[in-house]
């Protein structure tokens, strides 16, 4: 059973602060992985991918890779009352044809004005 | 267009009645997903489609979930009976497989508005 965890929060922040949004998965052989917002009552949203180990850089998104910890994270720095929403970290299998994704059941942030 | 859009927005109906749900993937996209997603389970895949024919419906209730692609712009979601368990939001959302012209490495999929489904 390909699972993805995401076990810290509801987290809360100031604003301004570096809001640090944390996931692990249980299948080693996932090759893409993928960030999305979504906002109370609204849909997700896809922010962030990352393929390959190491950093991604998007504007204020950071999104860091460690297949060997089988982690994912999104940083949010310079964190704003309008980046306050439900974070879903997505991983996909090893099969590069197979386009499922596993969700994990998400992280709500706040950042405090 | 470059939205994946759906209908209806919102839906009650009472337990037994039949619910069709409707989904117009991103224009030239070849894989379509149908989610439900509720507080206690999260985003669960029900089934998913790529050029029309469907790979996989393991995560649907057969008895009552029926899943179709007529044609290339509509896939359907259809619940007959429904009940009230059934209450939850209904996301489609599309993507082009990895290694189709114009897609990316990444699998990545965007999601409809979603149709918010109450059964009483």
């Known amino acids: 059973q390909k699972e993805v965890e995401q076990n810290s929060g509801p987290l809360s922040v100031p604003e301004g602060a570096i809001a640090s949004l944390n996931c692990t998965y249980s299948?080693?052989?996932?090759?893409?992985f993928f960030w999305y917002r979504q906002y109370s009552g609204k849909s997700p949203e896809l922010i962030m991918s990352?393929?390959?180990?190491g950093d991604k850089e998007d504007g204020r998104f950071t999104a860091q890779l460690n297949k060997a910890s089988q982690y994912v994270s999104l940083l949010i720095r310079d964190s704003q009352p309008s980046d306050s929403a439900t974070y879903l970290c997505a991983v996909n299998g090893p099969t590069g044809a197979n386009s499922k994704l596993t969700f994990g059941k998400g992280i709500t942030l706040s950042v405090r004005p | 267009d470059a939205r994946v859009t759906q209908t209806p927005r919102h839906k009650v109906t009472e337990m037994g009645q039949e619910v069709t749900m409707r989904c117009q993937p991103i224009?030239?996209?070849?894989?379509v997903f149908w989610y439900r997603q509720t507080m206690m389970q999260g985003l669960e895949l029900l089934a998913y489609?790529?050029?029309?024919?469907?790979?996989?419906d393991s995560g649907m209730p057969k008895d009552r979930f029926s899943a179709e692609m007529p044609d290339a712009t509509l896939a359907t979601l259809k619940i007959q009976p429904s009940e009230p368990r059934d209450s939850a939001v209904y996301f489609c959302a599309s993507g082009l497989k990895p290694g189709t012209s114009g897609g990316s490495r990444y699998n990545e999929q965007f999601f409809g508005p979603g149709t918010r489904l109450t059964v009483l």
């Open positions: 489609f790529r050029n029309r024919a469907p790979l996989d």
């Open positions: 299948d080693r052989g996932s090759q893409s």
């Open positions: 224009l030239g996209h070849n894989t």
């Open positions: 990352i393929y390959s180990n």
